[in-house]
């Protein structure tokens, strides 16, 4: 069964800060990988998704995430983070043999201090 | 266009009693999931439907949880004799069936109803 972890469970950082957050999965075969944003209050929306091809994902709010398949990992980045981007950041996983049900990291959860 | 909905946003119960929660799936979306999110587990898969074939069940936590699916629209999820571990948040979330060459499709989160077992 695929599993995800996130390294940092929260992350602390003044605006204009540099943002990477770490995600690695493990699935020997091929996955769909999502990140995942909550703003405080609000639910779940996706922020980006990878499903095949280029490996540099652009997404919402100037968020960008990488596959590398060779370290099983898809790191969230965001050159310079505003206060608004205050939130909990789920990386998740689907896989075929799974049948689609999204496996998700622990969530990491990010202050932007202004 | 209208998105996920859920209700009730919110339930507070006695343990021992039933709860049923309610969600409505974006119109078009044959793929239904239900998670939950609680502080001690994180989120976590419950259960899959996908048009009329049979649900998976795989990532129900015990059998007083039950899903059904009328019409390939309108979920409920019920949980019976509710205990205080099922406090939680309950999400549903939809999405359009496997695509092109099996691709999957991106799921798409309802506000959830947070439960509350005293």
């Known amino acids: 069964a695929q599993s995800v972890s996130q390294h940092n469970h929260h992350v602390i950082l003044s605006e204009a800060a540099s943002l990477e957050l770490g995600c690695n999965y493990s699935?020997?075969?091929?996955?769909?990988l999502f990140w995942y944003v909550q703003y405080p209050g609000q639910h779940l929306q996706l922020l980006l998704k990878?499903?095949?091809?280029?490996?540099l994902v652009k997404g919402i709010k100037g968020f960008e995430a990488e596959f590398i398949k060779s370290k099983f990992s898809f790191n969230l980045r965001k050159p310079s983070v505003q206060w608004s981007d205050t939130a909990e950041y789920f990386c998740?996983?689907?896989?075929?043999?799974?049948?689609?049900?999204?496996?998700f990291g622990g969530g990491t959860r990010v202050l932007v201090k202004p | 266009g209208a998105g996920v909905s859920q209700s009730p946003s919110n339930k507070v119960t006695e343990k021992g009693k039933d709860v049923e929660l309610r969600c409505d799936p974006i119109?078009?979306?044959?793929?239904l999931y239900w998670y939950r999110q609680s502080l001690g587990q994180g989120l976590e898969f419950l259960i899959y439907?996908?048009?009329?074939?049979?649900?998976?069940k795989s990532g129900l936590p015990s059998d007083r949880f039950s899903a059904e699916r009328t019409g390939g629209s309108v979920s409920t999820l019920t949980i019976q004799r509710t205990q205080q571990e099922d406090s939680a948040v309950y999400l549903c979330?939809?999405?359009?069936?496997?695509?092109?060459?099996?691709?999957?499709?991106?799921?798409?989160f309802g506000p959830g109803t947070r439960l509350l077992v005293l």
């Open positions: 979330a939809s999405s359009y069936p496997r695509g092109v060459a099996g691709r999957l499709e991106t799921q798409y």
């Open positions: 699935y020997g075969g091929t996955v769909n």
């Open positions: 990878y499903f095949s091809g280029d490996p």
């Open positions: 998740a996983v689907t896989t075929k043999a799974a049948g689609n049900k999204l496996t």
């Open positions: 119109s078009g979306h044959t793929a």
């Open positions: 439907f996908q048009g009329n074939s049979a649900p998976d």
